[in-house]
Nanobody, 115 residues
Framework: QVQLVESGGGLVQPGGSLRLSCAASGRIFSIGAMGWYRQAPGKQRELVATITRGGSTTYADSVKGRFTISRDNAKNTVYLQMNSLKPEDTAVYYC?????????WGQGTQVTVSA
C-alpha cells in the first residue's frame, strides 16, 4: 500500500498564495504520474494539474498561468504552488499518484479563498 499525506491548505484572501505538498510513503517502488484534483461543494471532483515522472505537466484551463505543479522524485513528494487565488478556487484538494497502474488518493486538504 501507498499512503499519501497532504499539507498546506488553509484560508487565504483573494489574490493570495498557498503551497500544497503531498508526500508518499509505504510500498513505493516507482511512482509514475502524480497530480492534484479538487472538489468544491456540490460539484464533481476535477483535475487541477498532473506531472509525469519525467516532469511533463498538464493543467486545467482554469488554473493555467496561476498554479504550478512540481515533484521531487527523491522525496516521493508532489507540490502545487497556487498564486493569484480566486474565490472559485475554494475546494478540497486531493493528491493522486499512480504506481503500476494503481491509483492512490490522499485524504484531502481544504483550501478556502475568501475576504
Amino acid at each position: 500500500q501507498v499512503q499519501l499525506v497532504e499539507s498546506g491548505g488553509g484560508l487565504v484572501q483573494p489574490g493570495g498564495s498557498l503551497r500544497l505538498s503531498c508526500a508518499a510513503s509505504g510500498r513505493i517502488f516507482s511512482i509514475g504520474a502524480m497530480g492534484w484534483y479538487r472538489q468544491a461543494p456540490g460539484k464533481q471532483r476535477e483535475l487541477v494539474a498532473t506531472i509525469t515522472r519525467g516532469g511533463s505537466t498538464t493543467y486545467a484551463d482554469s488554473v493555467k498561468g496561476r498554479f504550478t505543479i512540481s515533484r521531487d522524485n527523491a522525496k516521493n513528494t508532489v507540490y502545487l504552488q497556487m498564486n493569484s487565488l480566486k474565490p472559485e478556487d475554494t475546494a478540497v484538494y486531493y493528491c493522486n499518484v499512480v504506481q503500476f497502474g494503481r491509483e492512490y488518493w490522499g485524504q484531502g486538504t481544504q483550501v478556502t479563498v475568501s475576504a
